[in-house]
């Protein structure tokens, strides 16, 4: 079994001198973990990165830093309705709720960090370009990448991009990057596997449940010291069960996706007022509206009620499936298992036949597959100069070094075929809407 001694272990991610006054009452290091996150230029472009609505065609809608703040909130609730409640079962060995909250936020804060331009989509697009390039051989640059390594690329994943930056590249570069507490990454871990070994014959539901993955080779030894130093329970070769706060971070973004996809449908006009109404409605099992509101008014209100109902179901999951989470069996999710688990699955399917499939979410799919491909197309150039260089900068064509130096790639770590490529997904995933479709057009003078 887990133990919240160990897993709210708050020791910083490659820090060579640990701070003294890590633990002041005034700034604790989930509070610090928070504001490094805040702060950081990653977290900025969420704002113009696509939630599900294009952005550009309305301001009132969500993008994914809006989303990710809103998360956070939830996300504070659940961590410390769950403290509570444990500390009312386990007075023995119960957690600081507080401390629990706070790691909650800043796991939440960070969820979406590591996605690329474009939604889900663009996470889509970008294994699509490496699964073509590879089947055609077209580089020799790809041609030579282990055939274990090439998961992490065809199957392009936004958490597993999300790890890396928060441990390699930002602030303290290759030296454990913003250097958070472990606890909050491990509750940032939504899929503890790496891309190889979520692949395994004998099939990851049986082995780690996990859906995807969310680590990669070159972050593998950061995850190690992390699963070790809080106690997360391994499944076999580089694969853990989650860290229970995983569960809550998860219900928190499963609750503001479901409920604001809903709101913002209405706002766009893809869903009626009489639709979200009864939606929301069914959630916290009311008919009656609240006085001489609007429309938006109104819906505004159900959301406040339905998202208050959902916390409290949420946590009254964690507390029935408690046991299964402290030992690792329980993989399902906290919405599934709630009470209001057939409400949900209504918004779901709801967002997933009519949200996702309007004209207008489609179009925006089809564009930024097309801007995507555009770009590593663009620029992909660069990386098979450099391996044809044999990794001298210095002795890449002039093009390739003006490319590099006007749009700021990053090609410091760029030694092998696997850096590079890494260097490349970097380098795309870390745009916004914006600036993507701004660097296509550049590169080919459309």
């Known amino acids: 079994m887990m133990q919240w001694s160990a897993l709210l272990?708050?020791?910083?991610?490659?820090?060579?001198?640990?701070?003294?006054?890590?633990?002041?009452?005034?700034?604790?290091?989930?509070?610090?973990?928070?504001?490094?996150?805040?702060?950081?230029?990653?977290?900025?472009?969420?704002?113009?990165?696509?939630?599900?609505?294009?952005?550009?065609?309305?301001?009132?809608?969500?993008?994914r830093l809006i989303h990710s703040v809103e998360t956070v909130n939830v996300g504070r609730s659940l961590g410390m309705g769950v403290g509570l409640k444990i500390r009312q079962r386990c007075p023995e060995d119960a957690p600081d709720p507080y401390i629990m909250s706070g790691v909650v936020q800043a796991a939440c804060l960070a969820h979406d960090i590591g996605n690329p331009p474009f939604g889900h989509s663009g996470e889509a697009a970008i294994g699509e370009w490496f699964a073509r390039h590879f089947d055609r051989k077209t580089y020799s640059l790809l041609a030579k990448l282990d055939e274990k390594d090439r998961g992490e690329f065809t199957e392009f994943e936004g958490n597993a991009q999300g790890f890396r930056l928060l441990s390699r590249l930002e602030m303290y570069r290759n030296r454990g990057g913003m250097r958070l507490s472990k606890a909050v990454l491990a509750a940032f871990s939504k899929y503890p596997v790496t891309a190889y070994d979520h692949k395994r014959e004998f099939g990851v539901d049986a082995y780690c449940g996990a859906k995807k993955f969310g680590i990669f080779r070159s972050e593998l030894e950061y995850f190690n010291d992390v699963a070790n130093s809080t106690g997360l329970i391994s499944k076999g070769?580089?694969?853990?069960?989650?860290?229970?706060?995983?569960?809550?971070?998860?219900?928190?973004?499963?609750?503001?996706?479901?409920?604001?996809?809903?709101?913002?449908?209405?706002?766009?006009?893809?869903?009626?007022?009489?639709?979200v109404e009864r939606l929301l409605m069914g959630i916290f099992r009311s008919n009656q509206s609240q006085g001489d509101r609007s429309e938006g008014e109104q819906i505004a209100y159900y959301r406040a009620k339905a998202i208050g109902v959902a916390i409290n179901a949420c946590i009254e999951a964690f507390m029935n499936n408690y046991d299964d989470i402290m030992v690792g069996s329980f993989s399902g999710s906290l919405i599934n298992s709630s009470v209001i688990h057939e409400q949900?699955?209504?918004?779901?399917?709801?967002?997933?036949?009519?949200?996702?499939?309007?004209?207008?979410?489609?179009?925006?799919?089809?564009?930024?597959?097309?801007?995507?491909?555009?770009?590593?197309?663009?620029?992909?150039?660069?990386?098979?100069?450099?391996?044809?260089?044999?990794?001298?900068?210095?002795?890449?064509?002039?093009?390739?070094?003006?490319?590099?130096?006007?749009?700021?790639?990053?090609?410091?770590?760029?030694?092998?075929?696997?850096?590079?490529?890494?260097?490349?997904?970097?380098?795309?995933?870390g745009m916004t809407d914006r600036y993507a479709v701004k660097m296509a057009h550049m590169l080919t003078g459309g």
């Open 9 to 63: 272990n708050l020791s910083r991610l490659c820090d060579p001198v640990p701070s003294r006054d890590a633990e002041t009452e005034e700034r604790p290091a989930y509070y610090r973990d928070i504001e490094r996150i805040t702060f950081s230029d990653p977290f900025r472009r969420l704002a113009n990165k696509t939630q599900v609505h294009p952005l550009y065609e309305h301001d009132h809608i969500h993008h």
């Open 237 to 275: 070769a580089n694969c853990w069960r989650r860290h229970p706060l995983v569960f809550l971070v998860e219900a928190a973004d499963d609750i503001c996706y479901s409920i604001m996809d809903i709101e913002d449908a209405h706002t766009s006009g893809e869903l009626s007022y009489a639709e």
């Open 344 to 429: 949900f699955k209504e918004l779901v399917l709801i967002s997933k036949n009519r949200i996702y499939k309007s004209h207008r979410k489609m179009e925006l799919e089809v564009f930024g597959r097309n801007v995507i491909h555009r770009i590593m197309d663009g620029v992909v150039g660069v990386y098979q100069d450099l391996k044809d260089k044999k990794w001298n900068r210095d002795e890449m064509n002039s093009y390739h070094r003006r490319l590099v130096d006007m749009s700021k790639m990053d090609i410091r770590d760029v030694h092998d075929e696997y850096s590079a490529l890494h260097s490349l997904t970097d380098y795309v995933s």
